[in-house]
């Protein structure tokens, strides 16, 4: 009986070592070839002089992948600065480019997690505070790509008893109560505010910020006269009574960016070929049907509401997204300027330069079709 | 010369269970001298103790009535020692005993002394900041009986109170009953299934028949006070208990059965 | 043994069986100080094992310590945080929310139990009405709670009153009716009215099973308010967790976790302690019997 069971029990090991080989010879058959890059393959933290993201419809052209490849994508939001990658996929300018897209929906902070285990290559983010914090632990993370050079009427609004959009004087935010999102000032979507508080001499610890996860209560709150100010942005923007409330700041300046792509360098140096792709379908898309005023054109428009969950009529209401994929010089040091005036947000200090984080090399790739 | 402190006309009583009616108790025509003890023995299931519950107030008749003639109305009218102790498990001993007097209001000094009496006079002395979880099932039963005599009620229901205790322990608290129960002479009506503790204990013993509950026999025991442990041995204690034997054996044998004898 | 013993029958021998004295028959005060020591170093010792497991899967990169810091990492983090005073206020607000929310829905809950079990018209009234409120999600009001009460502590001191008055009240009803009919048979023989049966019988005999009900919440207590915290408002140690993800801080985020659990456990030993200094019967015991 003894021997039967040693007999057995190599078998099972042969079993055992066959299949180890088989899988591994899968994964090997499925890791992509690298693909040597044209012109910059090393990273850029600024746009080179005389390379423009933007470019007529229809380019950049389709380049197609030699392989299929599969890029997950981590999205956090349905919001109309995220139309590029839906519309793409809508569109089947991915499919084109022999790219097949997974999406991943969670929030920042998780999403932030996974790219940093590589189980998701991509991620749509504001430039949070978690990503410095990120970097600094450790893990190898860069911003690939821009959004949009501003946040059509996103940004701080407040109540009407504090004036108008013009006669707004920021000093009386003192002692205030403002709704804001989850993260508060270690967020970029609270740019709007922060400019504010910057102007009038505010500081941070003098006014009461109460987060929000659901923003739809925060405009509700806003409405009653609980909060008397709030960092809104559409489609949320909608739901504010008129008469209520103004655009006191923009959501942030055009010499800024604050949100857009993030990858780790296991996508810049070793999956460079669809990285380019997926950023010239994107390219291709808001060159063909998001450039100008595209709320007028009513194809766009549907597939867009279909696709964030809203109606046509309220996403005409705000003015369309100017989308723009630069990371503009000035952003780094902004951004890090409002994460220092909380304590306890940045895990560092110093300053993160642009040469760390920011990499445009997969765009302006893409840009140039190369 | 003795006065009837509670007479029975008629008493009887019914329940409903699953759909047809249960006719538990009844008639019954009883009369009971002040202070005597008077045992009630018959079969399981033949209403004792629903006459029990019924003169202490927990339950009416269906028909018939109950007459108390009360001569002491600052005394409470009854207590009751039962089966399964009833003593609070979550009081101690003394505050067990005491809770008649702290339900008549009572005094807390003066309630302690005589409880504390009545503790020493059932036998568990020394026991008084105990928990009931803490005492053997004898002790738990004499602490019901201390609690029953505190209060000096005219009236002493006992519901087979030691049928959960071993042969010898019941032995010993029949004793005791006795001893305690000769210091104030109150009246008492003992259910039993035992004939040979109700010819022990009690002056006077109703036969009652198997369900429906009716008095056979009416029977004085003869032997004379204090009783003592050596009655058992006379002949005439023998007779009564065969005597009362072959009554009761007819109705155990056929339980159940619908035509009880009158 | 049969096998043994049958066999023993076979070759003719005399198989002798012995009871002889084991080491709890030898000594047995001595066996059990051993076995209460052993007890001890075993309840203590298996968390200590674990964090030690936790330190050596972090030192040797089982885990990435970027996401999951080692416990050395976490102490740091938790000891800087206690030092800079966000740690403390977090907690200070945290454990008092939990004893506002929890005492008012404890006291409300047995109030109104006793109520339900005493009187079969009310209990007849609201019993179905309040076990059809009690499995609705209170999480799903809790946007209703904020226009009611407005935002900051309020909203989130009700929905832990809220949770726990349901659990209480109903478990309290409960208890009052199954009183046993031989305690209150043997109270009302003595001559109690209501309310002296109330105080002496009903009371003392439903506290066991509300305090089990008591216990119990104290744990759903420490849930509610932590979990509220994480998704709304901006004060407590479930704000913290929330905010130190956000900001992709999990040093601080575990400490603040660990420092909730141990909120929790103290908070219910107290309770427990506190249950059974209230039931007589229950009463830590400071003499030897």
């Not at chain 2, 001569?71 to 067990?96: E, H, R």
Request: hydrophobic share 45%; net charge positive; glycine share 8%.
């Amino acid at each position: 009986m003894l021997i039967s069971t040693r007999a057995r029990l190599i078998r099972l090991a042969l079993m055992a070592g066959l299949a180890a080989l088989g899988v591994s010879g899968i994964a090997a058959a499925k890791s992509p070839t690298k693909t040597k890059t044209k012109y910059y393959s090393r990273q850029l933290s600024a746009l080179p002089k005389g390379v423009s993201l933007s470019g007529k419809p229809y380019t950049p052209a389709v380049k197609r992948l030699k392989q299929t490849q599969t890029l997950t994508v981590g999205i956090p939001s349905k919001l109309e600065l995220e139309a590029p990658v839906f519309l793409a996929y809508d569109e089947g300018e991915f499919a084109k480019e022999h790219l097949r897209i997974n999406f991943v929906y969670d929030t920042v902070p998780d999403l932030l997690t996974l790219l940093g285990e590589n189980k998701v290559d991509l991620v749509y983010a504001g430039a949070q505070a978690a990503v410095f914090n990120a970097l600094k632990a450790g893990v190898p993370i860069r911003w690939v790509s821009g959004v949009a050079s501003a946040a059509p009427d996103s940004g701080l609004y407040m109540s009407d008893k504090y004036g108008t959009s013009s006669t707004f004087n920021p000093s009386v935010l003192k002692g205030l109560t403002i709704g804001v999102n989850p993260g508060g000032l270690a967020a970029p979507s609270e740019y709007g505010l922060y400019a504010a508080l910057k102007k009038g001499h505010v500081s941070p610890s003098q006014i009461t910020m109460v987060p929000f996860s659901n923003i739809s209560a925060m405009v509700s709150a806003l409405n009653a006269g609980q909060l008397q100010g709030a960092t809104v942005g559409p489609p949320y923007t909608a739901g504010i009574t008129p008469g209520t409330a103004f655009q006191a700041e923009p959501g942030y300046p055009s010499t800024i960016q604050i949100a857009g792509y993030f990858a780790t360098t296991n996508l810049t140096k070793n999956h460079r070929a669809a990285g380019i792709a997926f950023f010239q379908a994107i390219e291709r898309t808001i060159n063909t049907y998001l450039h100008g005023n595209y709320h007028k054109d009513q194809i766009v428009m549907h597939l867009l509401s279909q696709e964030l969950g809203t109606t046509t009529q309220q996403l005409g209401a705000a003015p369309p997204v100017p989308f723009n994929l630069n990371i503009p010089p000035a952003t780094l040091p902004a951004l890090q300027q409002m994460y220092a005036t909380v304590p306890n947000t940045l895990s560092y200090s110093g300053l993160v330069k642009p040469s760390q984080l920011v990499d445009l090399s997969l765009v302006v790739d893409a840009a140039e079709g190369q | 010369m003795s006065d009837t402190i509670l007479s029975a006309t008629a008493l009887e009583r019914s329940f409903v269970a699953k759909q047809h009616v249960v006719h538990a108790l009844g008639p019954v025509d009883i009369e009971v001298s002040r202070g005597e003890f008077v045992a009630i023995v018959g079969p399981s299931g033949c209403g004792k103790s629903t006459l029990l519950r019924i003169v202490a107030g927990l339950a009416n008749p269906t028909a018939g009535q109950i007459q108390i003639r009360r001569a002491d109305p600052l005394n409470p009218l009854c207590s009751m020692v039962f089966q399964d102790y009833g003593i609070f498990p979550w009081k101690t001993v003394l505050a067990n005993v005491r809770f008649p007097l702290d339900i008549a209001r009572v005094p807390r000094r003066r309630a302690n002394e005589i409880a504390r009496e009545w503790i020493e006079r059932a036998g568990v002395q020394g026991f008084e900041s105990a928990y009931p979880a803490t005492l053997s099932g004898g002790m738990r039963q004499r602490v019901a009986i201390a609690r029953a005599f505190v209060a000096d009620p005219e009236i002493l229901l006992m519901d087979e109170p030691f049928a959960a205790l071993d042969a010898q322990l019941r032995l010993v608290l029949q004793q005791e009953l006795l001893r305690v129960w000769e210091q104030s002479r109150r009246t008492v009506l003992f259910v039993t299934h035992s004939i040979d503790e109700a010819l022990l204990l009690a002056d006077r013993i109703l036969v009652t028949s198997a369900r429906p509950g009716r008095v056979l026999a009416d029977i004085r025991v003869p032997f004379s006070r204090p009783r003592t442990r050596a009655v058992r041995a006379t002949v005439e204690f023998g007779q009564l208990e065969e005597q009362i034997w072959q009554m009761l054996k007819g109705g155990v044998e056929d339980r159940g059965s619908d035509d009880a004898e009158a | 043994m049969t096998p043994r013993r049958e066999r023993a029958r076979d070759s003719g021998a005399v198989v002798t069986v012995t009871r002889a004295p084991a080491a709890v028959d030898v000594d047995p005060t001595r066996y059990a100080r051993r076995r209460r020591a052993v007890g001890t170093v075993l309840a203590w010792g298996t968390p200590v094992l674990l964090i030690l497991l936790w330190q050596i899967a972090a030192s040797s990169g089982w885990i990435d310590v970027r996401f999951f810091p080692a416990p050395a990492t976490v102490w740091k983090a938790g000891v800087a945080a206690f030092g800079n005073g966000t740690m403390t206020s977090a907690a200070e607000a945290t454990i008092a929310k939990l004893l506002i929310g929890y005492g008012i829905g404890v006291i409300a809950g047995v109030a109104l139990g006793l109520l339900l079990g005493l009187s079969w018209i009310a209990r007849s009234s609201l019993e179905y009405t309040l076990i059809a409120l009690y499995t609705l999600p209170k999480l799903a009001l809790f946007p209703a709670f904020l226009l009611i009460f407005g935002i900051g502590w309020t909203p989130q001191v009700v929905l832990v009153g809220v949770s726990v008055f349901f659990i209480i009240v109903l478990a309290t009803m409960t208890a009052v009716v199954s009183v046993e009919a031989g305690y209150r048979d043997a109270a009302t023989v003595f001559g109690a009215n209501r309310a002296q049966l109330l105080r002496h019988v009903i009371l003392p005999a439903a506290m066991p099973a509300i305090g089990t009900a008591i216990r119990l919440t104290a744990g759903i207590g420490i849930l509610v308010i932590v979990g509220i915290e994480m998704v709304s408002g901006s004060s407590g140690l479930g704000y913290l967790i929330f905010e130190r993800a956000q900001v992709f801080d999990p040093a601080t985020m575990y400490a603040g976790v660990i420092v909730a659990g141990l909120i929790g456990v103290i908070f219910t030993a107290l309770v427990t302690l506190l249950l059974r200094c209230a039931i007589p019967q229950q009463r830590p015991r400071l003499r030897r019997r």
